[in-house]
């Protein structure tokens, strides 16, 4: 079975732009996570996805923003690009949403602001 | 406010030896805790869980222990091979929360010496 995957994997936007990024959760997954991480903060819950619909969200600003589509697969995007928005961008995936099941993450997409 | 800590950002041990990965936390609705490991490059994969209605878990070379009334956890990690060396986070779950969503510590990376 094909793993969670992201794309692209590399990204180098500037400030003010925007970026969208992409995910394809495990076949037969429903609920999609997407996490930032940067250096010393661990990884930051950015939003939950399951059936299309935004289930949890973090604390990040109106910037950050995701959807759901039909097929499970998911985006993020982050609108007027911040040097501070610079992480690694982690999805997640898991069935179902079911309390205590285990998440699949992705190789997560190297985002760069200059 | 960081409800989940991992106070020690590096370790260092010998090949064959323990390791132990500590992780505190503060919120007590958390109810069930999980550790991941990653490589660069790579995203987290999990590694072992414990329900807080445990104290123990083992699977492997692998325990985690948990001490609800500190609010602590730790991996145990016997024998330690180099290529566990990656870096560890824990992570969170809390009794109010559906879905997937997790909190994480910054993460500790572990180096284990030939």
């Known amino acids: 079975k094909a793993g969670v995957t992201q794309t692209p994997r590399y990204l180098i936007k500037t400030r003010g732009q925007q970026v969208t990024l992409s995910c394809s959760p495990i076949s037969g997954h429903r609920s999609v996570s997407w996490y930032q991480q940067t250096p010393g903060q661990g990884l930051q819950f950015l939003f939950e996805?399951?059936?299309?619909?935004?289930?949890n969200k973090g604390n990040f600003p109106g910037r950050f923003s995701g959807r759901q589509f039909s097929n499970s697969r998911s985006e993020m995007n982050v609108s007027t690009l911040e040097l501070g928005d610079s992480a690694l961008y982690l999805c997640a995936s898991s069935l179902q949403g079911v309390r205590y099941n285990e998440q699949f993450f992705g190789p997560g997409t190297r985002l760069t602001v200059l | 406010d960081q409800q989940v800590k991992q106070n020690s950002p590096s370790l260092s041990v010998q090949e064959g030896r323990i390791s132990i990965l500590n992780c505190d936390y503060t919120n007590s609705m958390f109810d069930y805790f999980l550790w991941y490991k990653k490589y660069p490059a790579e995203g987290p994969t999990f590694l072992i869980s414990i329900s807080s209605i445990k104290d123990k878990n083992e699977d492997g070379r692998f325990t985690v222990f948990l001490n609800k009334s500190a609010k602590h956890l730790s991996l145990h990690i016997v024998p330690s091979q180099p290529g566990d060396s990656a870096v560890y986070f824990c992570a969170a779950r809390g009794q109010e929360t559906s879905g997937s969503r997790l909190t994480f510590g910054e993460g500790t990376q572990l180096t284990v010496n030939p």
């Open positions: 996805y399951f059936s299309e619909t935004q289930r």
